[in-house]
């Protein structure tokens, strides 16, 4: 059976002091224990953050994350840093396809696609994002921009590798604007995403995919969001920024 997940993604938040200190929050109250023991815990600072945070945290209940990397292992890519690089500092999951990357970045589906593979086979998680703007959901094309963004990347990947990745929808228009969707309509897309999955690939590995949802998810509605059956946890942006806040979260479940 499927996995909840809540994620931190810290973006480009807090100095190296300030965020060993929120790692060392998070893994105080992580170790007094959590609501749902099988709840996964995710965190992603920020590059600079990652190899200092790795041993403040206990890795067995806490998993770290980037939120990027490199479309290639190592070489002459200026400023890039490698899945390789990461592994070697204790990153377990990295965070692909966020909107942000996909906007400010030029991420397209053929660089998302050369992560994904980079980072399946150096047996690390993915976490793929996606997600429509305002303007497509009021054109009625967030199923067709989601279904598209899914289909182009995640579904060149074999049932076997498929498994092993997360899909994080978030719809633009909610994030950081304090502006969550509706538990509605959070169930309405991640169960679309779960008929393409069955589809593609049948419905035993569609069962099996967590899929989390993201933007402006809090403590005061992580419950409800989470009480729908197809929403298998959150990834979270500003609220992953202050432990309680976070917890909170990770304690809907
Ligand atoms: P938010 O960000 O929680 O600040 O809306 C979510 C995200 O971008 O992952």
Known sequence: MRKNIVAG???????LEEGILLAKEINALVAKGINDPKTGVIIAPPFTHLHAINQVIDNDKICLASQNCATDEKGAFTGEVSVKILK???VKAVILGHSERRSYYGEVNETLLKKLNIVLENEMKP??????????REASKHFKVVKEQIENVLFSLSAEVFKKVVIAYEPVW?????????????????????????????SEVALDITILYGGSCKASN?????????????????????ADEFMGIVNAF
């Open 88 to 90: 070697s500092v204790g």
């Open 222 to 242: 992580a419950k409800e969001l989470f009480s729908k059956p197809d929403v298998d946890g959150g990834l979270i942006g500003g609220a992953s920024l202050v």
């Open 9 to 15: 993604n810290w973006k480009m938040n807090t100095n």
């Open 127 to 136: 976490i793929f994002c996606c997600g429509e703007v305002l303007a497509e």
């Open 174 to 202: 909610a994030i950081g604007t304090g502006k969550t969707a509706s538990s509605e309509q959070a169930q309405e897309m991640h169960a679309f995403i779960r008929t393409l999955i069955a589809e593609k690939y049948g």
